[in-house]
Protein backbone atom coordinates (compact mmCIF):
# COMPACT_ATOMS: atom_id res chain seq x y z
CA UNK A 1 0.00 0.00 0.00
CA UNK A 2 1.08 3.68 -1.02
CA UNK A 3 0.00 6.41 0.89
CA UNK A 4 -0.09 9.69 -1.56
CA UNK A 5 -1.97 12.89 -2.27
CA UNK A 6 -4.83 11.40 -3.36
CA UNK A 7 -5.26 9.36 -0.62
CA UNK A 8 -4.68 11.78 2.00
CA UNK A 9 -6.97 13.99 0.47
CA UNK A 10 -10.59 12.41 1.48
CA UNK A 11 -9.90 12.26 4.83
CA UNK A 12 -9.04 16.22 5.54
CA UNK A 13 -13.03 16.36 6.71
CA UNK A 14 -12.28 13.68 9.26
CA UNK A 15 -9.30 14.84 10.29
CA UNK A 16 -10.73 19.02 10.25
CA UNK A 17 -14.13 17.13 12.60
CA UNK A 18 -11.54 15.36 15.03
CA UNK A 19 -9.60 19.14 15.77
CA UNK A 20 -13.50 21.00 16.87
CA UNK A 21 -13.48 17.99 19.49
CA UNK A 22 -12.93 19.40 23.46
CA UNK A 23 -10.16 17.71 25.45
CA UNK A 24 -10.84 15.97 28.39
CA UNK A 25 -10.74 17.97 31.83
CA UNK A 26 -7.15 18.36 33.86
CA UNK A 27 -6.72 17.61 37.28
CA UNK A 28 -6.66 21.57 37.51
CA UNK A 29 -6.59 24.73 34.78
CA UNK A 30 -3.28 25.27 33.77
CA UNK A 31 -3.84 27.21 30.57
CA UNK A 32 -1.06 29.24 29.03
CA UNK A 33 2.01 29.91 31.01
CA UNK A 34 4.64 32.26 31.34
CA UNK A 35 8.08 32.07 32.29
CA UNK A 36 8.43 29.87 35.19
CA UNK A 37 11.65 31.19 36.75
CA UNK A 38 14.27 33.91 34.85
CA UNK A 39 13.57 36.12 32.78
CA UNK A 40 16.59 35.51 30.28
CA UNK A 41 15.67 33.45 26.91
CA UNK A 42 12.14 33.39 24.80
CA UNK A 43 10.31 35.12 26.99
CA UNK A 44 7.75 35.41 24.37
CA UNK A 45 8.08 31.71 23.49
CA UNK A 46 7.29 30.04 27.09
CA UNK A 47 4.22 32.46 27.43
CA UNK A 48 2.89 30.70 24.53
CA UNK A 49 2.92 27.20 25.55
CA UNK A 50 -0.86 26.47 26.32
CA UNK A 51 -2.07 22.56 28.10
CA UNK A 52 -5.24 22.53 27.23
CA UNK A 53 -3.96 22.46 23.18
CA UNK A 54 -1.27 20.31 24.11
CA UNK A 55 -3.52 17.74 25.35
CA UNK A 56 -6.15 17.93 22.66
CA UNK A 57 -3.44 17.15 20.40
CA UNK A 58 -2.75 14.07 22.16
CA UNK A 59 -6.38 13.79 22.34
CA UNK A 60 -6.97 13.79 18.69
CA UNK A 61 -3.70 11.61 18.01
CA UNK A 62 -4.33 8.91 20.19
CA UNK A 63 -8.42 8.57 19.90
CA UNK A 64 -10.20 5.44 17.89
CA UNK A 65 -10.32 7.42 15.32
CA UNK A 66 -6.78 7.53 14.42
CA UNK A 67 -6.45 3.26 14.95
CA UNK A 68 -3.48 3.23 17.05
CA UNK A 69 -1.20 5.38 14.01
CA UNK A 70 0.49 2.47 12.36
CA UNK A 71 2.38 3.01 9.45
CA UNK A 72 0.72 2.15 5.75
CA UNK A 73 -2.62 2.10 7.57
CA UNK A 74 -5.48 4.89 7.52
CA UNK A 75 -3.75 5.91 10.77
CA UNK A 76 -0.48 6.67 9.11
CA UNK A 77 -2.80 8.72 6.37
CA UNK A 78 -5.02 10.74 9.67
CA UNK A 79 -1.97 11.19 11.71
CA UNK A 80 1.00 12.61 8.85
CA UNK A 81 -1.98 14.91 7.47
CA UNK A 82 -2.95 16.09 11.23
CA UNK A 83 0.82 17.04 11.93
CA UNK A 84 0.95 18.59 8.23
CA UNK A 85 -1.86 20.80 8.71
CA UNK A 86 -0.74 22.07 12.23
CA UNK A 87 2.90 22.88 10.89
CA UNK A 88 1.27 24.79 7.93
CA UNK A 89 -1.19 26.64 10.39
CA UNK A 90 1.55 27.54 13.06
CA UNK A 91 3.40 28.84 9.54
CA UNK A 92 6.47 26.65 9.52
CA UNK A 93 7.74 26.48 5.86
CA UNK A 94 8.08 23.42 4.26
CA UNK A 95 10.82 21.01 6.13
CA UNK A 96 11.80 19.44 2.50
CA UNK A 97 13.68 21.05 0.45
CA UNK A 98 11.38 19.83 -2.74
CA UNK A 99 8.87 22.14 -1.13
CA UNK A 100 6.81 19.62 0.68
CA UNK A 101 6.43 18.78 4.41
CA UNK A 102 6.55 15.15 3.95
CA UNK A 103 10.22 13.12 3.49
CA UNK A 104 9.06 9.72 1.75
CA UNK A 105 10.31 6.79 3.56
CA UNK A 106 10.02 2.80 2.24
CA UNK A 107 9.79 0.00 4.27
CA UNK A 108 8.60 -3.41 4.09
CA UNK A 109 6.08 -4.58 6.62
CA UNK A 110 6.29 -8.07 7.11
CA UNK A 111 3.67 -10.45 9.41
CA UNK A 112 4.84 -13.49 10.53
CA UNK A 113 2.89 -16.78 11.93
CA UNK A 114 5.62 -19.22 13.55
CA UNK A 115 5.28 -22.21 14.58
CA UNK A 116 8.19 -23.97 17.21
CA UNK A 117 9.04 -27.36 18.50
CA UNK A 118 12.54 -28.34 20.00
CA UNK A 119 13.61 -31.92 20.32
CA UNK A 120 15.82 -32.32 23.65
CA UNK A 121 17.06 -36.23 23.25
CA UNK A 122 13.86 -37.94 23.07
CA UNK A 123 11.35 -35.39 24.41
CA UNK A 124 9.58 -33.23 22.17
CA UNK A 125 9.06 -29.91 23.51
CA UNK A 126 5.99 -28.09 21.66
CA UNK A 127 6.11 -24.20 21.99
CA UNK A 128 3.01 -22.18 21.75
CA UNK A 129 2.69 -18.22 19.69
CA UNK A 130 2.84 -15.89 21.61
CA UNK A 131 2.37 -17.41 24.76
CA UNK A 132 5.96 -18.92 25.07
CA UNK A 133 7.79 -17.31 22.49
CA UNK A 134 7.36 -15.27 19.90
CA UNK A 135 9.45 -15.23 15.98
CA UNK A 136 9.93 -12.91 13.09
CA UNK A 137 11.82 -13.27 9.34
CA UNK A 138 12.41 -10.84 7.24
CA UNK A 139 13.30 -13.01 4.79
CA UNK A 140 10.65 -12.60 1.84
CA UNK A 141 9.56 -16.04 1.33
CA UNK A 142 6.37 -17.21 1.99
CA UNK A 143 7.67 -20.22 3.75
CA UNK A 144 10.89 -19.96 5.78
CA UNK A 145 11.76 -23.32 7.79
CA UNK A 146 14.99 -23.84 9.55
CA UNK A 147 15.27 -28.20 10.57
CA UNK A 148 16.99 -29.44 12.83
CA UNK A 149 18.84 -26.18 14.11
CA UNK A 150 21.34 -27.55 17.55
CA UNK A 151 20.52 -25.07 19.96
CA UNK A 152 23.92 -23.00 21.54
CA UNK A 153 23.61 -21.22 24.69
CA UNK A 154 26.16 -18.22 24.22
CA UNK A 155 25.22 -16.39 27.62
CA UNK A 156 24.97 -12.53 26.93
CA UNK A 157 26.16 -13.23 23.05
CA UNK A 158 28.62 -10.55 22.89
CA UNK A 159 31.95 -9.77 21.59
CA UNK A 160 33.42 -6.95 22.87
CA UNK A 161 37.34 -6.24 22.32
CA UNK A 162 37.21 -3.09 24.41
CA UNK A 163 36.20 -5.27 27.48
CA UNK A 164 38.47 -8.33 26.51
CA UNK A 165 34.82 -10.07 26.09
CA UNK A 166 34.56 -12.92 23.74
CA UNK A 167 31.08 -15.55 25.13
CA UNK A 168 31.75 -17.51 21.69
CA UNK A 169 35.57 -18.44 21.82
CA UNK A 170 36.24 -19.42 17.97
CA UNK A 171 32.87 -21.44 17.88
CA UNK A 172 31.24 -21.77 14.85
CA UNK A 173 27.61 -21.06 14.97
CA UNK A 174 26.82 -20.99 11.24
CA UNK A 175 23.56 -22.74 11.05
CA UNK A 176 23.23 -23.23 14.63
CA UNK A 177 20.31 -21.41 16.76
CA UNK A 178 21.36 -19.00 19.63
CA UNK A 179 20.18 -18.91 23.20
CA UNK A 180 20.93 -15.48 24.99
CA UNK A 181 20.57 -13.37 27.64
CA UNK A 182 19.02 -9.83 27.56
CA UNK A 183 20.94 -6.79 28.46
CA UNK A 184 24.96 -6.78 29.32
CA UNK A 185 27.06 -9.18 31.31
CA UNK A 186 26.51 -7.97 34.85
CA UNK A 187 29.98 -8.45 35.96
CA UNK A 188 30.13 -8.19 39.69
CA UNK A 189 32.77 -5.05 40.76
CA UNK A 190 35.94 -6.93 42.64
CA UNK A 191 35.95 -4.15 45.13
CA UNK A 192 32.19 -4.97 46.22
CA UNK A 193 30.57 -6.95 45.11
CA UNK A 194 26.96 -6.02 46.07
CA UNK A 195 27.65 -3.75 43.26
CA UNK A 196 28.40 -3.80 39.33
CA UNK A 197 32.17 -3.35 37.86
CA UNK A 198 32.24 0.40 36.74
CA UNK A 199 35.06 -0.65 34.35
CA UNK A 200 32.54 -3.40 32.43
CA UNK A 201 29.69 -2.25 30.56
CA UNK A 202 29.83 0.76 32.22
CA UNK A 203 28.72 -1.00 35.49
CA UNK A 204 24.96 -0.73 35.84
CA UNK A 205 24.32 1.20 32.58
CA UNK A 206 23.25 -0.68 29.68
CA UNK A 207 25.16 -0.38 26.88
CA UNK A 208 24.60 -1.04 23.35
CA UNK A 209 25.52 -5.10 23.51
CA UNK A 210 22.63 -5.64 26.28
CA UNK A 211 19.90 -3.70 23.39
CA UNK A 212 17.91 -6.98 20.79
CA UNK A 213 19.46 -5.43 18.04
CA UNK A 214 22.75 -5.75 19.07
CA UNK A 215 22.06 -9.66 19.85
CA UNK A 216 20.55 -9.79 16.23
CA UNK A 217 23.43 -8.39 14.29
CA UNK A 218 25.46 -10.10 16.00
CA UNK A 219 23.84 -13.47 15.41
CA UNK A 220 23.43 -12.69 11.75
CA UNK A 221 27.31 -11.50 11.52
CA UNK A 222 28.43 -14.97 12.46
CA UNK A 223 25.83 -16.79 10.56
CA UNK A 224 23.82 -17.85 13.22
CA UNK A 225 20.04 -19.66 11.33
CA UNK A 226 18.40 -18.17 14.46
CA UNK A 227 18.44 -16.23 17.60
CA UNK A 228 16.62 -16.82 20.28
CA UNK A 229 16.58 -14.36 23.35
CA UNK A 230 15.54 -15.37 26.67
CA UNK A 231 13.10 -12.75 28.23
CA UNK A 232 13.24 -11.75 31.84
CA UNK A 233 11.66 -8.79 33.08
CA UNK A 234 14.37 -6.86 34.84
CA UNK A 235 17.04 -7.06 32.74
CA UNK A 236 14.52 -6.12 29.66
CA UNK A 237 12.64 -3.44 31.72
CA UNK A 238 9.66 -4.17 30.14
CA UNK A 239 7.33 -7.25 30.94
CA UNK A 240 6.82 -9.71 28.23
CA UNK A 241 3.57 -8.83 27.22
CA UNK A 242 5.56 -5.63 25.47
CA UNK A 243 7.31 -8.32 23.53
CA UNK A 244 4.25 -9.91 22.21
CA UNK A 245 2.34 -6.73 21.19
CA UNK A 246 6.21 -5.01 20.37
CA UNK A 247 6.92 -8.39 17.74
CA UNK A 248 3.65 -10.51 17.57
CA UNK A 249 2.31 -8.24 14.35
CA UNK A 250 3.28 -6.27 11.56
CA UNK A 251 6.95 -6.02 11.42
CA UNK A 252 8.67 -3.54 9.71
CA UNK A 253 12.22 -3.11 7.92
CA UNK A 254 13.31 -0.08 5.59
CA UNK A 255 13.19 -1.29 2.23
CA UNK A 256 16.78 0.05 1.32
CA UNK A 257 18.09 -1.98 4.06
CA UNK A 258 19.94 -5.63 3.79
CA UNK A 259 17.70 -7.29 6.71
CA UNK A 260 20.41 -10.29 6.47
CA UNK A 261 22.55 -7.95 7.99
CA UNK A 262 20.40 -6.54 10.46
CA UNK A 263 18.46 -10.38 11.44
CA UNK A 264 19.55 -13.86 11.33
CA UNK A 265 16.86 -15.85 9.47
CA UNK A 266 14.72 -16.26 12.43
CA UNK A 267 14.44 -13.76 15.22
CA UNK A 268 12.87 -14.75 18.09
CA UNK A 269 11.81 -14.37 22.09
CA UNK A 270 11.21 -16.72 24.49
CA UNK A 271 10.19 -16.29 27.88
CA UNK A 272 12.57 -17.36 30.89
CA UNK A 273 9.94 -19.78 32.11
CA UNK A 274 9.76 -21.80 28.76
CA UNK A 275 13.84 -21.51 29.07
CA UNK A 276 14.08 -23.20 32.40
CA UNK A 277 11.77 -25.81 31.27
CA UNK A 278 14.25 -26.28 27.88
CA UNK A 279 17.35 -26.24 29.98
CA UNK A 280 16.35 -28.70 32.82
CA UNK A 281 15.02 -31.10 29.86
CA UNK A 282 18.36 -31.44 28.14
CA UNK A 283 19.99 -31.94 31.94
CA UNK A 284 21.17 -28.52 32.39
CA UNK A 285 20.60 -26.12 35.08
CA UNK A 286 19.55 -22.23 33.92
CA UNK A 287 20.54 -20.59 37.09
CA UNK A 288 24.29 -21.89 37.04
CA UNK A 289 24.74 -21.24 33.63
CA UNK A 290 23.25 -17.85 33.90
CA UNK A 291 25.90 -17.46 36.58
CA UNK A 292 28.54 -18.43 34.86
CA UNK A 293 28.14 -16.10 31.86
CA UNK A 294 29.07 -13.00 33.67
CA UNK A 295 32.52 -14.12 33.41
CA UNK A 296 34.87 -13.57 30.37
CA UNK A 297 35.60 -17.37 30.81
CA UNK A 298 32.94 -18.30 30.51
CA UNK A 299 32.49 -20.54 26.88
CA UNK A 300 29.09 -21.56 24.90
CA UNK A 301 27.47 -24.73 25.91
CA UNK A 302 25.91 -26.95 22.74
CA UNK A 303 22.52 -28.37 24.18
CA UNK A 304 21.40 -31.50 23.21
CA UNK A 305 18.67 -29.96 21.31
CA UNK A 306 17.76 -29.07 18.01
CA UNK A 307 14.57 -26.63 17.05
CA UNK A 308 12.55 -26.71 14.00
CA UNK A 309 10.60 -23.29 13.08
CA UNK A 310 8.03 -23.04 10.34
CA UNK A 311 7.46 -19.12 9.72
CA UNK A 312 4.62 -18.29 7.29
CA UNK A 313 5.62 -14.77 6.24
CA UNK A 314 3.06 -12.15 4.25
CA UNK A 315 4.65 -8.88 3.15
CA UNK A 316 4.24 -5.88 1.84
CA UNK A 317 5.92 -2.53 0.26
CA UNK A 318 4.60 0.84 1.58
CA UNK A 319 5.97 4.68 1.28
CA UNK A 320 5.59 5.97 4.73
CA UNK A 321 6.68 9.32 5.76
CA UNK A 322 8.56 11.39 8.18
CA UNK A 323 7.24 14.96 8.49
CA UNK A 324 9.31 17.84 8.17
CA UNK A 325 8.26 21.73 9.32
CA UNK A 326 11.13 24.41 9.24
CA UNK A 327 11.84 27.70 10.62
CA UNK A 328 14.67 29.71 9.04
CA UNK A 329 17.15 31.20 10.93
CA UNK A 330 17.19 35.31 11.30
CA UNK A 331 21.33 35.09 10.95
CA UNK A 332 22.22 35.22 7.32
CA UNK A 333 25.64 33.23 8.48
CA UNK A 334 23.74 30.92 10.82
CA UNK A 335 21.00 29.96 9.08
CA UNK A 336 22.19 27.29 7.29
CA UNK A 337 23.00 25.15 10.34
CA UNK A 338 20.19 23.36 12.16
CA UNK A 339 19.03 22.67 15.73
CA UNK A 340 16.56 19.09 15.05
CA UNK A 341 13.18 18.41 17.47
CA UNK A 342 12.17 15.13 16.69
CA UNK A 343 9.01 12.84 18.16
CA UNK A 344 7.44 9.87 16.24
CA UNK A 345 4.24 9.84 15.39
CA UNK A 346 3.97 6.11 15.06
CA UNK A 347 2.60 3.12 17.11
CA UNK A 348 1.47 -0.12 17.24
CA UNK A 349 -2.33 0.33 15.26
CA UNK A 350 -5.02 -1.73 15.69
CA UNK A 351 -5.32 -5.43 16.94
CA UNK A 352 -8.25 -7.33 15.78
CA UNK A 353 -7.52 -10.34 17.15
CA UNK A 354 -8.23 -8.72 20.91
CA UNK A 355 -11.72 -9.03 22.55
CA UNK A 356 -13.59 -6.34 23.09
CA UNK A 357 -14.70 -3.66 21.15
CA UNK A 358 -12.98 -1.35 18.83
CA UNK A 359 -11.40 0.85 21.45
CA UNK A 360 -10.33 -2.16 23.51
CA UNK A 361 -7.98 -3.48 20.35
CA UNK A 362 -6.61 0.02 19.92
CA UNK A 363 -2.96 0.86 20.95
CA UNK A 364 -3.83 4.57 21.43
CA UNK A 365 0.07 5.34 22.64
CA UNK A 366 -1.26 8.59 24.28
CA UNK A 367 1.85 8.91 25.94
CA UNK A 368 4.03 6.95 24.03
CA UNK A 369 4.13 8.96 21.69
CA UNK A 370 1.18 11.05 20.75
CA UNK A 371 2.29 13.43 23.90
CA UNK A 372 5.57 13.93 22.17
CA UNK A 373 4.07 14.93 18.69
CA UNK A 374 2.19 17.22 20.89
CA UNK A 375 5.22 18.44 22.41
CA UNK A 376 6.97 19.18 19.28
CA UNK A 377 3.76 21.27 17.78
CA UNK A 378 3.77 23.28 20.72
CA UNK A 379 7.31 24.15 20.54
CA UNK A 380 6.88 25.04 17.26
CA UNK A 381 4.10 27.58 18.17
CA UNK A 382 6.42 28.57 21.14
CA UNK A 383 9.32 29.55 18.49
CA UNK A 384 6.72 30.97 15.93
CA UNK A 385 5.69 33.55 18.83
CA UNK A 386 9.26 34.83 19.44
CA UNK A 387 9.76 38.43 17.93
CA UNK A 388 12.62 37.47 16.03
CA UNK A 389 13.78 33.75 15.28
CA UNK A 390 16.78 32.63 16.90
CA UNK A 391 19.60 32.90 14.84
CA UNK A 392 20.14 29.54 13.51
CA UNK A 393 17.10 27.52 11.43
CA UNK A 394 15.05 25.14 13.57
CA UNK A 395 14.01 21.90 12.17
CA UNK A 396 10.88 19.71 13.29
CA UNK A 397 10.59 16.58 12.28
CA UNK A 398 7.92 13.90 13.23
CA UNK A 399 9.12 10.32 12.48
CA UNK A 400 7.99 6.75 11.34
CA UNK A 401 8.38 3.51 12.35
CA UNK A 402 10.63 4.10 15.82
CA UNK A 403 8.52 1.80 17.41
CA UNK A 404 9.50 -0.85 14.44
CA UNK A 405 13.52 -0.34 15.39
CA UNK A 406 14.13 3.78 15.22
CA UNK A 407 13.42 2.99 11.06
CA UNK A 408 12.27 6.84 10.51
CA UNK A 409 15.00 8.30 12.13
CA UNK A 410 17.31 6.00 10.61
CA UNK A 411 16.28 6.94 6.98
CA UNK A 412 16.65 10.33 7.93
CA UNK A 413 20.18 9.78 9.08
CA UNK A 414 20.81 7.80 5.65
CA UNK A 415 19.35 10.20 3.60
CA UNK A 416 18.90 13.73 6.10
CA UNK A 417 17.18 16.44 4.08
CA UNK A 418 20.01 19.18 5.07
CA UNK A 419 23.50 17.78 5.81
CA UNK A 420 24.56 16.29 9.27
CA UNK A 421 27.32 18.18 9.26
CA UNK A 422 25.19 21.33 9.71
CA UNK A 423 23.28 19.67 12.19
CA UNK A 424 24.34 20.87 15.53
CA UNK A 425 22.11 18.80 18.18
CA UNK A 426 18.98 16.73 17.88
CA UNK A 427 16.52 17.19 20.98
CA UNK A 428 14.12 14.22 21.23
CA UNK A 429 10.54 13.53 22.33
CA UNK A 430 9.40 9.98 23.48
CA UNK A 431 6.96 10.46 26.27
CA UNK A 432 6.05 13.74 28.16
CA UNK A 433 5.14 13.14 31.80
CA UNK A 434 2.00 13.79 33.02
CA UNK A 435 1.95 13.74 36.75
CA UNK A 436 3.00 17.92 37.67
CA UNK A 437 5.85 20.06 38.38
CA UNK A 438 9.12 18.48 39.34
CA UNK A 439 12.53 20.08 41.83
CA UNK A 440 14.74 18.18 39.19
CA UNK A 441 14.54 16.33 35.70
CA UNK A 442 16.15 13.40 34.43
CA UNK A 443 18.94 13.97 31.62
CA UNK A 444 19.12 10.39 30.17
CA UNK A 445 21.73 11.65 27.59
CA UNK A 446 24.37 12.69 30.59
CA UNK A 447 27.45 12.40 29.94
CA UNK A 448 27.67 12.44 25.88
CA UNK A 449 28.37 15.77 25.31
CA UNK A 450 28.73 19.27 26.16
CA UNK A 451 24.83 19.62 25.52
CA UNK A 452 24.58 18.77 28.92
CA UNK A 453 25.78 22.55 30.55
CA UNK A 454 23.29 23.90 28.15
CA UNK A 455 20.00 21.59 29.81
CA UNK A 456 21.95 22.32 33.42
CA UNK A 457 22.07 26.19 32.81
CA UNK A 458 18.51 26.73 31.55
CA UNK A 459 17.21 24.05 34.22
CA UNK A 460 18.68 25.74 36.69
CA UNK A 461 17.40 29.37 35.43
CA UNK A 462 13.96 27.46 35.86
CA UNK A 463 15.34 26.30 39.75
CA UNK A 464 15.35 22.66 38.82
CA UNK A 465 18.15 19.91 39.64
CA UNK A 466 19.67 17.95 36.44
CA UNK A 467 19.86 14.11 37.36
CA UNK A 468 21.59 11.79 35.02
CA UNK A 469 19.87 8.71 34.04
CA UNK A 470 18.37 7.26 36.87
CA UNK A 471 17.36 3.91 35.68
CA UNK A 472 20.76 3.20 33.20
CA UNK A 473 20.10 -0.62 33.53
CA UNK A 474 16.93 -0.09 31.55
CA UNK A 475 19.00 1.60 28.35
CA UNK A 476 16.44 4.53 27.72
CA UNK A 477 19.71 6.02 25.64
CA UNK A 478 19.26 3.24 23.43
CA UNK A 479 15.89 2.86 22.57
CA UNK A 480 14.59 6.33 20.93
CA UNK A 481 14.98 8.12 18.14
CA UNK A 482 18.08 9.80 19.48
CA UNK A 483 20.42 6.90 19.31
CA UNK A 484 19.98 7.26 15.30
CA UNK A 485 21.24 10.59 15.61
CA UNK A 486 23.96 10.13 17.69
CA UNK A 487 25.11 7.10 15.60
CA UNK A 488 25.05 9.17 12.75
CA UNK A 489 27.42 11.89 14.71
CA UNK A 490 24.87 14.85 15.81
CA UNK A 491 25.13 15.67 19.55
CA UNK A 492 21.41 14.78 21.51
CA UNK A 493 19.07 15.81 24.20
CA UNK A 494 17.00 13.03 25.60
CA UNK A 495 14.90 14.00 28.82
CA UNK A 496 13.43 11.69 30.97
CA UNK A 497 10.90 13.90 33.17
CA UNK A 498 10.78 14.78 36.83
CA UNK A 499 10.32 12.56 39.62
CA UNK A 500 10.78 14.63 42.44
CA UNK A 501 7.08 15.66 42.51
CA UNK A 502 6.38 19.16 44.14
CA UNK A 503 3.27 18.31 46.36
CA UNK A 504 3.40 14.57 46.39
CA UNK A 505 5.35 12.16 49.22
CA UNK A 506 8.82 10.95 48.39
CA UNK A 507 8.96 8.35 45.63
CA UNK A 508 5.84 9.76 43.57
CA UNK A 509 7.07 10.13 40.54
CA UNK A 510 9.05 6.41 40.82
CA UNK A 511 5.91 4.86 41.35
CA UNK A 512 3.79 6.61 38.50
CA UNK A 513 6.57 5.38 36.23
CA UNK A 514 6.88 2.23 37.32
CA UNK A 515 2.93 1.26 37.08
CA UNK A 516 3.10 3.12 33.44
CA UNK A 517 5.74 0.89 32.82
CA UNK A 518 4.02 -2.52 34.09
CA UNK A 519 0.64 -1.61 32.57
CA UNK A 520 0.47 1.24 30.70
CA UNK A 521 3.74 0.79 28.21
CA UNK A 522 3.05 -1.11 24.91
CA UNK A 523 -0.47 -1.48 25.87
CA UNK A 524 -3.51 -1.09 24.64
CA UNK A 525 -4.47 1.06 27.61
CA UNK A 526 -1.72 3.78 27.01
CA UNK A 527 -4.87 6.40 26.86
CA UNK A 528 -5.77 10.26 28.03
CA UNK A 529 -6.31 10.43 31.68
CA UNK A 530 -8.70 12.56 33.17
CA UNK A 531 -6.72 12.61 36.23
CA UNK A 532 -2.93 13.84 34.34
CA UNK A 533 -1.87 16.84 35.70
CA UNK A 534 0.20 18.45 32.59
CA UNK A 535 2.08 21.60 34.50
CA UNK A 536 5.05 19.10 34.31
CA UNK A 537 4.60 18.53 30.79
CA UNK A 538 4.50 22.36 30.51
CA UNK A 539 7.83 22.93 32.97
CA UNK A 540 9.54 20.47 30.73
CA UNK A 541 8.35 22.04 27.33
CA UNK A 542 9.53 24.90 28.47
CA UNK A 543 13.01 23.76 29.38
CA UNK A 544 13.22 21.97 25.89
CA UNK A 545 12.38 25.46 24.50
CA UNK A 546 14.97 26.78 26.39
CA UNK A 547 17.54 24.51 25.43
CA UNK A 548 17.14 24.54 22.07
CA UNK A 549 16.97 28.20 21.78
CA UNK A 550 20.53 28.27 23.86
CA UNK A 551 21.76 25.97 20.87
CA UNK A 552 20.15 27.89 17.78
CA UNK A 553 21.57 31.11 19.56
CA UNK A 554 24.99 30.57 19.87
CA UNK A 555 27.61 30.53 17.24
CA UNK A 556 29.64 27.58 18.70
CA UNK A 557 28.93 23.77 18.06
CA UNK A 558 27.78 21.26 20.89
CA UNK A 559 31.02 18.63 21.05
CA UNK A 560 30.53 15.08 21.78
CA UNK A 561 32.86 14.32 25.35
CA UNK A 562 35.54 12.72 24.17
CA UNK A 563 35.43 9.36 25.98
CA UNK A 564 31.77 9.52 23.95
CA UNK A 565 31.37 6.27 21.51
CA UNK A 566 29.73 8.64 19.05
CA UNK A 567 32.92 11.63 18.86
CA UNK A 568 34.36 9.53 16.03
CA UNK A 569 31.13 9.73 13.75
CA UNK A 570 30.87 13.29 14.16
CA UNK A 571 34.44 13.52 13.39
CA UNK A 572 33.45 11.64 9.82
CA UNK A 573 30.93 14.50 9.23
CA UNK A 574 33.24 17.31 9.42
CA UNK A 575 35.38 16.49 6.72
CA UNK A 576 33.45 18.44 4.30
CA UNK A 577 33.29 22.33 4.64
CA UNK A 578 30.29 23.16 6.77
CA UNK A 579 27.53 25.42 5.01
CA UNK A 580 26.67 29.41 5.88
CA UNK A 581 30.31 29.45 7.28
Known amino acids: MTLSRHV ?108 ATIKVG ?104 AAIIVHETGPAAYPYSVVVNSWGGENFVLASSKPDEEYPTVASWITSDKARELFSDAGLDFAALKKAAVSRNFRPVLLNARVHFTIDNRWRDIESHNVAGKLAGSDPQLRGQYVLYSAHWDHFGWDRRLPGSKHDQIYHGAHDNASGVAALL ?113 PVVFLGGGLDVIGRPGGYGERMTGDYIAHHYHQVTDTVDPRWDLSGAAQEIELLLRVGYSVAESSSDPQWNADSEFRAARERTMNAPRGGR
Open 8 to 115: LAPMLAAVAALALRAPVGLAADYGGLGPTLGGAGPTSGIAAIDTHRFLHDITVLSSDDFEGRSPGTRGEALSIDYVERQFRQIGLAPGNPDGSYLQTVPMTGIASRPQ
Open 122 to 225: AKTLHLRAPEDFVAFSAVRRPRVEITGSQLVFVGYGVIAPEYHWDDYKGLDVRGKTLVMLINDPPVPDPKDPTKLDPKMFDGKAMTYYGRWTYKYEIAAKLGAA
Open 378 to 490: ELARAFEALSRPPRRSILFLATTGEERGLLGARYYALHPLYPLRDTVADINMDGIQSWGRTRDIELISAGKSTLDDVVRAQAGLMGMVVEPDLHPERGSMYRADQLEFARAGV
